[in-house]
């Protein structure tokens, strides 16, 4: 039997065939498994060098806490998206209910209510923060020269300002000198799921040589899914489909001044959500209530336009960075709700709330800053700027209800309009006093107006929010390898508008801004010759007015209220150390105490001593990567690691639930990859949730709408480039 004939025999056997290549894929890793002499091919602990505060430093040098992750780190461990780089950033929790669809939580800031997300996200100079406070846009991160993650209030440095941090994406550029570019497949098999597989590619093309070039960029995957739906007969529900292609243009006209372009397509569908809502959870399975037999499909679409010119002075430059995003969103999901008392009248004896709910929605967002900043690296360095967002957005939505098994509306939920208009004025200096010492200031001013129509009540409600936040630090470097600063910085997001019908029965018709005080002290170590590398930080945080859902019980309509004043401390650490040539390990996390502590007038959802919303206790990673040899022309590498992330809460007092009080498991993931390196050309077998944790990753248990992390997977990755 020739090669052809037993692979094609293979791949008739379906979901074994993957098994089967993984099978000869460990056979020909052994037989490469030969003790010959090493090659020079090491991990290294790398200085990394990034532009977090608009100029090109040694992450050392930052005053404020920065975790950056190198392009290759992240292709190397297959981290796609935010979810896989929440297992190595320190303080960053992402859970995705929607596949593609990820809340972030930074240093204990980032629920999913309110007029916008709390944690910034940079797609290079442009902002490319989502409108929809429950879910940021799905970025690729493949082809990616690294990603910083600035933690804390940025407002001083980033125009589009942040309360919980800022996530910077920095995408390759052109190269204008020569043609090139890489890819890799991989297909995987998963328990109790269907098997996936991805495809990326990058391409490089000099148009005129050292003046224009194009970089393509192309990921699609298409990942099985793991959740049956038994009511109606559906295995493997939440498969995941997404497209995603990116073009970055270059166009250098002399040594001063240079324009960079981008496009991205991306399309994202799906037959489900991650949510298993039936026991036991080793068994994956979802159920919706009203219509056990209903499908829940998705769909994420958008596309990214931005254009960044750069003009360099001798001692200053000048930048111009303009984005424009359009966004259609479209959901099916259902939830379940156990009361403890009767709430609504005429339905004695009944509590048991269920609902189901449509939503489709439409936004664009343009976005303009101008910033100048100060060349090199001299004694006064500093930025200032303008940012300009336009935003509108349209939401319509059906939901049907049903209180003890009787359907008791079936109505359009909300129709509504948003226009919001914000500009900022921002800036920030630093003065080294000496070559040791180095103070700086910032601030921010921002202004916002916004304008609810809501079609279904034919009503308009304005408003306008304004505010100035200030930043201050402080760095000392005893050796020009220890660093310690200190950060003082302001937070804000303004306020907004609940439903018009909310008002009609008396509750708050709109909800207030909300204002965070951050402080962090840290230091920075390069020790042993290079060879460990040490970030520690503590912090604390002042939290007022904090946005958060209520509902108004004798209605079943959901509400936004704030909260008197919530206290968030914490302790963040990052160790990298090599203790051999040829082997890096590393281990880093944080600690995270988040609490309540004054309910003020209107909050009726906590009461003080409640932890925050969508903050997990702690979290902690151990990682090691390992090189080494199968043959002379041969070499292997061998990565491992493992994640361990504590509960996540969700509070909800004030609605006479059950169980007013929501946590996910402790979850575990362990991965482990192995791979040989031939010529340009590498093979990997990949794996990741080697354990196969089953546990719930978010705390919506009050709801019967809890996500399950994907399950134990296997597979092949073969990457090149030329």
Same mark, same amino acid.
């Given at each position: ?200 590619? %990058? ?41 995603? %292609? ?196 910032? %601030? ?279």
């Amino acid at each position: 039997m020739n090669k052809e004939i037993a692979m094609a025999k293979l791949k008739k056997q379906g979901k074994p065939f993957v098994r089967q290549l993984v099978t000869i894929a460990v056979a020909t890793f052994t037989s490469f498994a030969v003790a010959q002499p090493q090659t020079d091919v090491q991990p290294e602990i790398e200085e990394v060098i990034v532009t977090a505060q608009k100029r090109e430093q040694r992450a050392i040098d930052v005053p404020m806490s920065i975790t950056a992750v190198g392009g290759n780190v992240l292709e190397n461990l297959g981290i796609d998206n935010a979810l896989g780089l929440s297992y190595r950033v320190p303080g960053l929790v992402v859970q995705e209910a929607v596949p593609g669809t990820q809340l972030y939580t930074l240093r204990g800031v980032g629920n999913n209510v309110g007029a916008y997300t709390l944690v910034g996200v940079y797609l290079d100079e442009v902002d490319v923060m989502s409108v929809d406070p429950s879910g940021q846009y799905d970025l690729s991160l493949y082809d990616l020269a690294r990603v910083e993650v600035l933690r804390g209030p940025q407002g001083t440095l980033y125009g589009a300002g942040s309360v919980g941090g800022t996530i910077r994406l920095i995408t390759n550029k052109p190269q204008l000198d020569r043609f090139g570019g890489k890819g890799e497949m991989s297909v995987f098999d998963q328990e109790r799921g269907s098997v996936g597989y991805e495809f990326k590619a %990058a391409l490089n093309t000099p148009v005129v040589k050292d003046v224009f070039g194009l970089r393509f960029v192309l990921n699609y995957h298409d990942w099985g899914g793991w959740i049956d739906q038994p009511a109606a007969d559906r295995k493997d529900v939440n498969d995941n489909r997404m497209a995603n %292609a990116r073009v970055r243009a270059l166009w250098q006209i002399n040594d001063r001044f240079d324009i960079n372009g981008t496009l991205i397509v991306h399309r994202n569908e799906g037959g489900g959500m991650n949510i298993v809502n039936l026991r036991p959870n080793s068994e994956s399975h979802y159920q919706s209530f009203i219509d056990p037999a209903l499908e829940t499909p998705y769909a994420d679409d958008y596309n990214h336009y931005n254009l960044t010119a750069v003009y360099e002075f001798d001692t200053f430059s000048l930048t111009s960075a303009t984005g424009f995003t359009d966004t259609y969103r479209f959901r099916i999901g259902a939830r379940k709700m156990i009361f403890a008392s009767e709430l609504i009248p005429g339905f004695p004896g009944s509590d048991v709330y269920e609902s189901y709910m449509s939503h489709d929605s439409d936004s664009e967002v343009l976005t303009q800053e101008l910033r100048l900043g100060s060349n090199g690296d001299g004694v006064i360095n500093w930025t200032a700027g303008l940012f300009y967002r336009d935003e509108e957005a349209s939401i319509y939505g059906l939901q049907t209800r049903a209180l003890g098994g009787e359907i008791i509306s079936l109505d359009a939920a909300f129709n509504q309009l948003t226009k919001n208009d914000s500009v900022a004025v921002f800036g920030d200096v630093s003065y080294a006093m000496n070559e040791r010492w180095e103070l700086g200031i910032g %601030a921010r001013y921002f202004k916002e107006d916004q304008l609810s129509v809501d079609l279904a009540f034919d009503t308009r409600q304005k408003a306008s929010f304004d505010h100035f936040s200030p930043r201050v630090y402080l760095s000392f470097a005893p050796t020009d390898d220890i660093s310690v600063y200190a950060n003082l910085a302001q937070g804000f997001r303004s306020g907004g508008f609940n439903s018009v019908f909310v008002e009609t029965v008396g509750g708050p018709g709109t909800y207030d801004p909300e204002e965070v005080n951050s402080f962090e002290l840290g230091t920075k170590m390069a020790l042993a010759d290079g060879r460990l590398y040490t970030e520690l930080a503590v912090f604390y945080s002042e939290y007022s007015d904090m946005q958060v859902w209520a509902t108004m019980p004798v209605i079943l309509v959901e509400v936004i209220s704030n909260i008197g004043k919530a206290e968030i401390k914490g302790f963040e650490w990052s160790f990298v150390w090599s203790p051999i040539d040829k082997l890096t390990l590393g281990f880093n996390g944080s600690i995270i105490d988040a609490v309540v502590v004054d309910i003020g007038e209107g909050g009726k959802s906590h009461l003080p001593g409640d932890p925050l919303d969508q903050v997990a206790d702690y979290g902690w990673s151990v990682f090691a990567d390992y090189f080494f040899n199968w043959s002379a022309n041969k070499p292997g590498f061998l990565r491992a690691g493992y994640n361990r992330q504590g509960p996540v809460h969700l509070t909800a007092r004030n609605l006479g639930l059950l169980q007013p009080l929501g946590v996910s498991d402790t979850l575990g993931f362990l991965y482990a990859n192995i791979g040989v390196n031939i010529g340009r050309a590498s093979v990997e077998l990949f794996s990741r949730n080697l354990l196969d944790e089953d546990g719930i990753s978010n705390p919506y248990e009050i709801g019967a709408i809890e996500t399950q992390p994907r399950p134990r997977l296997i597979g092949i990755r073969v990457a090149f480039d030329f």
